[in-house]
């Protein structure tokens, strides 16, 4: 239940990320989802999702559901189901790859288009790599069809870290997809950055910046108008980024937790920055020296954010 309340903050917080009303409609956990057409009401509503996992969801412009996709169980790999607006697997919608671990799900819009849409989605255990699969809403009386589906873009050497994102080009259009890769559990420090433009995707560069962290959970949150990441991982790190939507580049790195020993490791689960940029919000897990969750927060504008930390939930 605690990990149920940390998503929802966390949901919330991040609501405007990727335009309002292609955000209105959320369908996350077990049977769950959250209707925010009406800001100051928002409305539950049942998904037919089961599951532990990843979970993706679109709307429309005016806020109406499209799509939404999970991944099922852990231990294998194609596991991640597309369901239509009607809450029905969408025609060819089964066997997409994802493991049913956490954040290995992204949609986008497809550049120039009106109705093709990317899934994006990581294979960490059982089939690994980074994919794509293309859906076209004009099929199957507009409820959508995959017409593409696991299409790699990275191979059996690429172990996509738990925590994709995507932000919004600068040029109002294309899209950036942010990665890491984990494979054989070597620390570094690299980032991936795929460019999603008309004519495609393509891996436009990478950049090693930020601390050499062990590979595992990588959590990147994007700030509301995509300029800014926060990241952080179950063993301590927490570092924000400047982030160029033009070049794809991050500048401007700063630390407010090192990386610790495993032994010590706090279980930072997840991210976000609040509107303004000012706040960053962190939830953690329980430890084996620790049963409670938290929620903190920390304040960015002090010149040592780690001492600011308070507790707003346990």
């Not at 599951?51 to 852990?74: H, K, V």
């Not at 049913?100 to 690994?128: H, M, N, Q, R």
Request: charged share 15%.
């Amino acid at each position: 239940m605690k990990r149920q309340i940390f998503l929802f903050i966390f949901l919330i917080i991040s609501f405007n990320t990727y335009c309002q009303k292609r955000n209105a409609i959320w369908c996350f956990g077990d049977s769950s989802g959250i209707n925010f057409n009406n800001a100051g009401n928002p409305v539950p509503l049942f998904s037919s999702l089961r599951t532990r996992g990843s979970s993706a969801s679109i709307a429309d412009t005016s806020g109406d559901l499209l799509f939404y996709a999970n991944t099922r169980a852990a231990t294998a790999g194609n596991t991640t189901l597309v369901w239509n607006k009607q809450h029905n697997l969408m025609m060819n919608g089964d066997s997409l790859v994802g493991s049913g671990w956490y954040k290995e799900i992204v949609i986008t819009s497809y550049p120039g288009t009106d109705s093709l849409y990317y899934i994006f989605t990581a294979g960490v255990t059982g089939t690994v790599g980074f994919y794509y699969s293309i859906i076209d809403m004009k099929l199957d009386s507009s409820k959508g069809s995959v017409v593409q589906k696991n299409v790699q873009l990275q191979g059996a050497n690429f172990w996509a870290n738990d925590g994709i994102t995507a932000i919004k080009h600068g040029n109002g259009r294309d899209w950036w997809i942010i990665i890491r890769n984990w494979y054989n559990q070597t620390p570094n420090d690299s980032f991936y950055f795929y460019l999603v433009t008309p004519a495609g995707i393509i891996l436009d560069h990478t950049q090693n910046i930020g601390d050499i962290v062990i590979p595992g959970f990588y959590r990147i949150e994007p700030s509301d108008n995509g300029k800014k990441i926060a990241v952080c991982t179950p063993n301590g790190l927490l570092e924000t980024f400047a982030f160029d939507r033009c070049s794809g580049f991050l500048f401007n790195e700063f630390n407010i937790e090192h990386q610790v020993s495993s032994n010590l490791a706090p279980w930072y689960w997840d991210c976000e920055l609040s509107p303004n940029d000012s706040l960053l919000y962190v939830s953690s897990n329980y430890t084996q020296n620790d049963s409670n969750s938290y929620l903190f927060q920390y304040n960015l504008n002090d010149t040592n954010p780690a001492l600011t930390r308070v507790t707003l939930f346990s």
